[in-house]
């Protein structure tokens, strides 16, 4: 068994100084991977409206980007 640089804690990313980088690191890593995401579906025949593409960024990134910044 080896020793972790990191653990998780209730959804929470924490390393031995608590500094959160990889908290922020890991979920930004998510919110960009979301966002490629909404890229490929915008990028149909039709694509999506400004509408739709603010819904999905509300509704799938900003909780990412959000999460535990309270």
Same mark, same amino acid.
């Given at each position: 068994?080896?020793?972790?640089?990191?653990?998780?804690?209730? *959804? @929470?990313?924490?390393?031995?100084?608590?500094? @959160?980088?990889?908290?922020?690191? @890991? @979920?930004?890593?998510?919110?960009?991977?979301?966002? !490629?995401?909404?890229?490929?579906? *915008? !990028?149909?025949?039709? *694509?999506?409206?400004?509408?739709?593409?603010?819904?999905?960024?509300?509704?799938?990134?900003?909780?990412?980007?959000?999460?535990?910044?309270?």
């Amino acid at each position: 068994l080896q020793p972790s640089a990191q653990w998780k804690y209730l *959804g @929470f990313r924490l390393d031995p100084k608590l500094t @959160f980088r990889a908290h922020i690191a @890991f @979920f930004a890593e998510r919110a960009a991977t979301t966002v !490629n995401a909404m890229l490929m579906l *915008g !990028n149909s025949i039709r *694509g999506l409206t400004a509408l739709q593409k603010r819904t999905l960024y509300i509704s799938c990134v900003l909780p990412l980007l959000t999460y535990g910044a309270q």
